[in-house]
């Protein structure tokens, strides 16, 4: 009887609360669904958390569009989220193409966003906009990451292969800027076509430069075909990757020759995050059936940090977006988040992996770290 | 030296695929005067049997290479030669006497059907597939140039298998009724040529080899998806075009041109190696325009 009461009570407190709409925007259909789902999953999980949690001023409802990787279809749905005036803020994107489509229509109706994957630095800092935040890091970090490690590996002389997508380019960009500022040195540079076959004539002539690694800006497929025909043509320099390569499929591709790969991506897998226990322990007792994937934590993020932002300036889009100007070391499972004027996360967490036993390990936690395993062409 | 041997060894591996493509087009299109754009797909439909062949034969036990890769080769031609007979039976001879666009129209449709059937049904699908190497990898260094044991392999099956298909149309009775039906249709009729025999036969030759530069593919790159008919595809059947369509020689040498260009392109030219296809199917252009008969034109020669 008692409990009854109390739940009664709960729900009529609840009700007597004012209700604020947030919107999470992803891939849920199409192939980045997976990620997609996750971070849906996760932006929902935190709005549960708050509204269940005491002291909130608000009740939060989740409004999820889905995008489809498709910048048309990303267009539309920012468009959705920015005229219904009752929807107060979004979480947003986790491809760069649709988010780099979505910022001006973010910014014609003035509606804060935070970014929970999309890693394009253009994202952030293409533009002066207000509105467009960025919990996760950008391939600025990642390559910055991946030029210091490289180098203090011992390695000099790279050739580089990336796709000629704003994306290859990008990672092709900063990894030369930064690899340069380490003392590093690019013996040869090929843009190739993102759905391109054959690699043998790029990769005799970066053989005959014989470079200690080759670092790749792409994706999956091709990363496989690259790393493929490097071993038939006797080509043994390091395999140097980019987060676009970190999933099972590029190792399964691949079977024994993923070994010693390198890559790196923004953020970690969620249980080497500050509050990650806690927050994949939360995750399984709403029964979700896909998991949070590797970019859950930044949506779950991104959407606590809204929240948390709302319940000081109150649910007004000019309001949220100085409130969230303000945001600098806040305390979050991925780590301290500070805003810089760009709004982009200036300490985002960079993850190194190698692929071992076909498996991607921890660089920290790996046995090529500790020695006993090499990395090649030193 | 030995860098550019790695150079010819590359582009000849590149230009047998294309030349076993590209003559498949070409007997298509001596027998019924048609395209057939589905002609890429049905090799990528060939791989993806021949690895689910081959993930079935390991299941069961099946260790041996030379027989996993025997089976695998003859349940890939026998599959594809099926599924080209297919594709000729419901859906090109029904158009005959149909403006050949309609023809055009309805293969290239299949071949969509056929790619996005393998992306969405084959189990991960969607992304690129590992492919075993079932041929010996041990090779040898020669300073730059690394010759390796499975592509000299491959390089010279091709080249029986193409040297058997001359064979076949220039020195047996089935040949001869080929030719004939290529000449001339009504002719060959009256000959006594079963004319719906012969199409679906050259149809299922034509679609083997695919199916055999599939394999080939599969075994070269170690790695098959879903729409590597697409540009094999349009590549083949440029090669065969350049070559003067409707002649096999002209196919094969096509196909090893555009392999040629391709590698000139990547490598000899001052730009980025992403505009090698750009430049590639410039020069076809160029060359379309210059030879609108091909290289071998059908009028100095027989057609198949």
Same mark, same amino acid.
């Given at each position: 009887?008692?409990?009854?009461?109390?739940?009664?009570?709960?729900?009529?407190?609840?009700?007597?609360?004012?209700? $604020?709409?947030?919107?999470?925007?992803?891939?849920?259909?199409?192939?980045?669904?997976?990620?997609?789902?996750?971070?849906?999953?996760?932006?929902?999980?935190?709005?549960? !958390?708050?509204?269940?949690?005491?002291?909130?001023?608000?009740?939060?409802?989740?409004?999820? !569009?889905?995008?489809?990787?498709?910048?048309?279809?990303?267009?539309?749905?920012?468009?959705?989220?920015?005229?219904?005036?009752?929807?107060?803020?979004?979480?947003?994107?986790?491809?760069? $193409?649709?988010?780099?489509?979505? $910022?001006?229509?973010?910014?014609?109706?003035?509606?804060?966003?935070? $970014? =929970?994957?999309?890693?394009?630095?253009?994202?952030?800092?293409?533009?002066?906009?207000?509105?467009?935040?960025?919990?996760?890091?950008?391939?600025?970090?990642?390559?910055?990451? +991946?030029?210091?490690?490289?180098?203090?590996?011992?390695?000099?002389?790279?050739?580089?292969?990336?796709?000629?997508?704003?994306?290859?380019?990008?990672?092709?960009?900063?990894?030369?800027?930064?690899?340069?500022?380490?003392?590093?040195?690019?013996?040869?540079?090929?843009?190739?076509?993102?759905?391109?076959?054959?690699?043998?004539?790029?990769?005799?002539?970066?053989?005959?430069?014989?470079?200690?690694?080759?670092?790749?800006?792409?994706?999956?497929?091709?990363?496989?075909?690259?790393?493929?025909?490097?071993?038939?043509?006797?080509?043994?320099?390091?395999?140097?990757?980019?987060?676009?390569?970190?999933?099972?499929?590029?190792?399964?591709?691949?079977?024994?020759?993923?070994?010693?790969?390198?890559?790196?991506?923004?953020?970690?897998?969620?249980?080497?995050?500050?509050?990650?226990?806690?927050?994949?322990?939360?995750?399984?007792?709403?029964?979700?059936? +896909?998991?949070?994937?590797?970019?859950?934590?930044?949506?779950?993020?991104?959407?606590?940090?809204?929240?948390?932002?709302?319940?000081?300036?109150?649910?007004?889009?000019?309001?949220?977006?100085?409130? !969230?100007?303000?945001?600098?070391?806040?305390?979050?499972?991925?780590?301290?988040?500070?805003?810089?004027?760009?709004?982009?996360?200036?300490?985002?967490?960079?993850?190194?992996?190698?692929?071992?036993?076909?498996? =991607?390990?921890? =660089?920290?936690?790996?046995?090529?770290?500790?020695?006993?395993?090499?990395?090649?062409?030193? | 030296?030995?860098?550019?041997? *790695?150079?010819?060894?590359?582009?000849?591996?590149?230009?047998?695929?294309?030349?076993?493509?590209? @003559?498949?087009?070409?007997?298509?299109?001596?027998?019924?005067?048609?395209? *057939?754009?589905?002609?890429?797909?049905?090799?990528?439909?060939?791989?993806?049997?021949?690895?689910?062949?081959?993930?079935?034969?390991?299941?069961?036990?099946?260790?041996?290479?030379?027989?996993?890769?025997?089976?695998?080769?003859?349940?890939?031609?026998?599959?594809?030669?099926?599924?080209?007979?297919?594709?000729?039976?419901?859906?090109?001879?029904?158009?005959?006497?149909?403006?050949?666009?309609?023809?055009?129209?309805?293969?290239?449709?299949?071949?969509?059907?056929?790619?996005?059937?393998?992306?969405?049904?084959?189990?991960?699908?969607? *992304?690129?597939?590992?492919?075993?190497?079932?041929?010996?990898?041990?090779? @040898?260094?020669?300073?730059?140039?690394?010759?390796?044991?499975?592509?000299?392999?491959?390089?010279?099956?091709?080249?029986?298998?193409?040297?058997?298909?001359?064979?076949?149309?220039?020195?047996?009775?089935?040949?001869?009724?080929?030719?004939?039906?290529?000449?001339?249709?009504?002719?060959?009729?009256?000959?006594?040529?079963?004319?719906?025999?012969?199409?679906?036969?050259?149809?299922?030759?034509?679609?083997?080899?695919?199916?055999?530069?599939?394999?080939?593919?599969?075994?070269?790159?170690?790695?098959?998806?879903?729409?590597?008919?697409?540009?094999?595809?349009?590549?083949?059947?440029?090669?065969?075009?350049?070559?003067?369509?409707?002649?096999?020689?002209?196919?094969?040498?096509?196909?090893?041109?555009?392999?040629?260009? *391709?590698?000139?392109?990547?490598?000899?030219?001052?730009?980025?190696?992403?505009?090698?296809?750009?430049?590639?199917?410039?020069?076809?252009?160029?060359?379309?325009?210059?030879?609108?008969?091909?290289?071998?034109?059908?009028?100095?020669?027989?057609?198949?």
């Amino acid at each position: 009887m008692r409990i009854i009461l109390a739940a009664l009570l709960f729900s009529l407190a609840a009700q007597a609360k004012e209700t $604020v709409r947030i919107a999470f925007i992803g891939p849920l259909t199409g192939g980045n669904s997976a990620v997609g789902l996750g971070g849906r999953n996760s932006a929902d999980l935190a709005v549960k !958390l708050h509204n269940a949690g005491p002291g909130s001023k608000y009740q939060y409802e989740l409004v999820v !569009l889905d995008d489809e990787c498709k910048p048309d279809a990303g267009v539309q749905m920012a468009t959705k989220a920015g005229s219904d005036r009752s929807i107060v803020a979004g979480v947003t994107h986790y491809c760069s $193409v649709v988010a780099m489509a979505t $910022v001006d229509t973010f910014h014609r109706f003035g509606l804060p966003t935070i $970014v =929970w994957g999309a890693v394009l630095p253009d994202i952030t800092y293409g533009h002066d906009f207000k509105e467009i935040h960025r919990v996760n890091g950008t391939m600025i970090n990642q390559n910055e990451t +991946n030029a210091k490690f490289m180098a203090a590996q011992g390695y000099k002389k790279f050739a580089v292969i990336h796709d000629t997508t704003d994306y290859g380019k990008g990672h092709d960009k900063y990894f030369t800027k930064f690899i340069t500022e380490s003392g590093g040195q690019i013996v040869g540079d090929f843009g190739v076509t993102a759905d391109q076959q054959d690699f043998t004539a790029e990769l005799t002539q970066i053989k005959a430069l014989s470079p200690q690694a080759l670092y790749f800006g792409g994706l999956t497929p091709i990363g496989v075909r690259i790393r493929s025909q490097m071993d038939k043509l006797g080509l043994n320099a390091q395999f140097d990757g980019t987060s676009g390569i970190v999933n099972d499929d590029f190792i399964k591709a691949l079977g024994p020759l993923a070994e010693s790969v390198l890559a790196f991506r923004e953020g970690a897998p969620a249980e080497k995050l500050p509050g990650g226990r806690k927050f994949l322990e939360e995750y399984g007792k709403q029964g979700y059936s +896909n998991p949070p994937e590797a970019y859950g934590p930044f949506a779950f993020v991104a959407a606590d940090l809204l929240m948390q932002t709302i319940e000081k300036t109150g649910p007004d889009r000019r309001k949220i977006i100085a409130g !969230l100007a303000q945001v600098k070391d806040f305390d979050s499972i991925v780590g301290k988040i500070t805003f810089d004027d760009h709004g982009q996360n200036t300490v985002p967490v960079i993850t190194k992996y190698v692929a071992q036993d076909g498996k =991607w390990v921890l =660089w920290e936690e790996s046995e090529y770290a500790r020695g006993s395993r090499k990395l090649r062409g030193k | 030296m030995s860098i550019i041997a *790695q150079y010819v060894m590359n582009g000849a591996m590149l230009g047998m695929m294309y030349a076993l493509v590209a @003559v498949g087009f070409t007997l298509f299109f001596g027998v019924l005067d048609v395209i *057939q754009f589905a002609h890429g797909d049905v090799l990528a439909a060939g791989a993806f049997a021949a690895l689910a062949v081959w993930l079935g034969l390991t299941r069961l036990g099946v260790a041996s290479p030379a027989l996993l890769l025997a089976l695998v080769v003859v349940a890939a031609t026998v599959a594809t030669a099926l599924l080209g007979a297919a594709v000729a039976r419901f859906l090109v001879l029904p158009l005959k006497g149909a403006p050949q666009l309609n023809v055009l129209l309805v293969t290239l449709m299949m071949g969509t059907v056929l790619r996005e059937s393998i992306r969405l049904f084959y189990p991960g699908g969607s *992304q690129p597939q590992l492919f075993p190497a079932l041929l010996p990898t041990s090779s @040898v260094a020669l300073g730059e140039f690394n010759l390796r044991i499975d592509n000299v392999i491959l390089l010279a099956a091709g080249t029986v298998l193409i040297a058997g298909t001359s064979l076949l149309v220039t020195r047996t009775r089935l040949g001869l009724a080929i030719r004939a039906v290529a000449q001339d249709e009504e002719t060959a009729r009256t000959m006594g040529v079963d004319f719906r025999r012969i199409v679906l036969l050259t149809f299922a030759l034509g679609s083997a080899l695919a199916a055999f530069a599939g394999v080939m593919d599969g075994l070269y790159y170690n790695e098959i998806f879903f729409g590597m008919g697409l540009l094999l595809g349009v590549i083949g059947f440029a090669a065969a075009i350049i070559g003067g369509l409707g002649n096999l020689y002209g196919a094969i040498l096509g196909g090893f041109f555009f392999a040629a260009l *391709q590698t000139i392109g990547a490598v000899a030219l001052p730009f980025a190696s992403a505009y090698k296809d750009v430049f590639a199917f410039g020069v076809v252009i160029a060359l379309m325009a210059l030879r609108p008969k091909g290289l071998i034109g059908e009028r100095t020669s027989e057609r198949v």
